[in-house]
T-cell receptor, first 112, second 113 residues
Framework: GENVEQHPSTLSVQEGDSAVIKCTYS??????FPWYKQELGKRPQLIID?????GEKKDQRIAVTLNKTAKHFSLHITETQPEDSAVYFC???????????FGKGTSLLVTP | ETGVTQTPRHLVMGMTNKKSLKCEQH?????MYWYKQSAKKPLELMFV???????ENNSVPSRFSPECPNSSHLFLHLHTLQPEDSALYLC???????????????FGPGTRL
């Protein structure tokens, strides 16, 4: 499948700080970019998504930005809390439309 | 949390066994997916079914055989597995619109194999 690169693989921040996770994609036809959060032992759950017709979307402490020209999108978490600790996955839909190509994940640790 | 269910939650099998994983979605979706999650490749797509028809198969070994009898149920039949097949197998479902645009994928809790 098409590549989705995600960085960093691990991220440690102090409670209250911001966290930023970045992803790049290769398929110019991709138009849907979700972010999933997976807590230890649990299923991945959607936290926010963005479509290619907008450049930014915000939901409380979480925001996602998309740069179609550069083919990259980022997740921003502000005022981080210990319960934000989890693995975060970015994804982009494939040119077939059916599949999502996932990044390798970022393990976020928020320390009190 | 109960929109997509999977059974069993844990499975131990020998290399000569035959077993099946089951997934059921209660969300009225028309597409279902199997993913393999391991330390090496965190979320690796295996199969996609849309309207009960397989539309993508990502070069998965033949010892994994999917079955989608209707839009609410998806199975993964396993036989002659290898040690490297140990992983978490996640099922997901979503709605695919007529223009093939993707809606949110909802995951099941997974089967730890």
């Amino acid at each position: 499948g098409e590549n989705v690169e995600q960085h960093p693989s691990t991220l440690s921040v102090q409670e209250g700080d911001s966290a930023v996770i970045k992803c790049t994609y290769s398929d110019s036809a991709s138009n849907y970019f979700p972010w999933y959060k997976q807590e230890l032992g649990k299923r991945p759950q959607l936290i926010i998504d963005i479509r290619s017709n907008v450049g930014e979307k915000k939901d409380q402490r979480i925001a996602v930005t998309l740069n179609k020209t550069a083919k990259h999108f980022s997740l921003h978490i502000t005022e981080t809390q210990p319960e934000d600790s989890a693995v975060y996955f970015c994804a982009a839909n494939s040119n077939s439309g059916y599949a999502l190509n996932f990044g390798k994940g970022t393990s976020l640790l928020v320390t009190p | 949390e109960t929109g997509v269910t999977q059974t069993p939650r844990h499975l131990v099998m020998g290399m000569t066994n035959k077993k099946s994983l089951k997934c059921e979605q209660h969300l009225g979706h028309n597409a279902m997916y199997w993913y393999k999650q391991s330390a090496k490749k965190p979320l690796e797509l295996m199969f996609v079914y849309s309207l009960e028809e397989r539309v993508e198969n990502n070069s998965v070994p033949s010892r994994f055989s999917p079955e989608c009898p209707n839009s609410s149920h998806l199975f993964l039949h396993l036989h002659t597995l290898q040690p490297e097949d140990s992983a978490l197998y996640l099922c997901a479902s979503s709605s695919i619109r007529g223009d093939r645009s993707q809606e949110t994928q909802y995951f099941g809790p997974g089967t730890r194999l």
